[in-house]
């Protein structure tokens, strides 16, 4: 059984900074892209970040670059999400998932295991 739990959400004030980690277990994720996704209120879930098996290849949504940065250590199986001076549309649910490609794919149909989820609000 794969399991990927996502910590670190929280309230956070506008420019603000939050770190999110996702945990996997079950089995390891070294060959695996993964990614974070975010869902708002009434809205559809949208990529944010992903991360290629290496750490060689990241991909940002427009809307966080130079803002997010996703990392990741393949030794404790936990990929990470900084985010700095984060905004009122940052609020949303934040899932961390991965993927069987080994690059740092956008799309959510390239994800087969997702986390339950994480609450990012941010406060103006």
């Known amino acids: 059984q794969v399991q990927l739990v996502e910590s670190g959400g929280g309230l956070v004030q506008a420019g603000g900074s939050l770190r999110l980690s996702c945990a996997a277990s079950?089995?390891?994720?070294?060959?695996?892209?993964m990614g974070w996704f975010r869902q708002a209120l009434g809205k559809e879930r949208e990529f944010v970040a992903a991360?290629?098996?290496?750490?060689?290849?990241?991909a940002y949504v427009n809307s966080v670059k130079g803002r997010f940065t996703i990392s990741r250590d393949n030794t404790k199986n936990t990929v990470y999400l900084q985010m700095n001076s984060l905004n009122t549309e940052d609020t949303a649910v934040y899932y961390c998932?991965?993927?069987?490609?080994?690059?740092?794919?956008?799309?959510?149909?390239?994800?087969?295991?997702w986390g339950q989820g994480t609450q990012v609000t941010v406060s103006s």
């Open positions: 998932a991965a993927t069987p490609s080994s690059s740092a794919p956008s799309y959510r149909y390239e994800y087969n295991y």
């Open positions: 079950g089995r390891t994720f070294t060959r695996n892209g």
């Open positions: 991360i290629s098996w290496s750490g060689g290849i990241t």
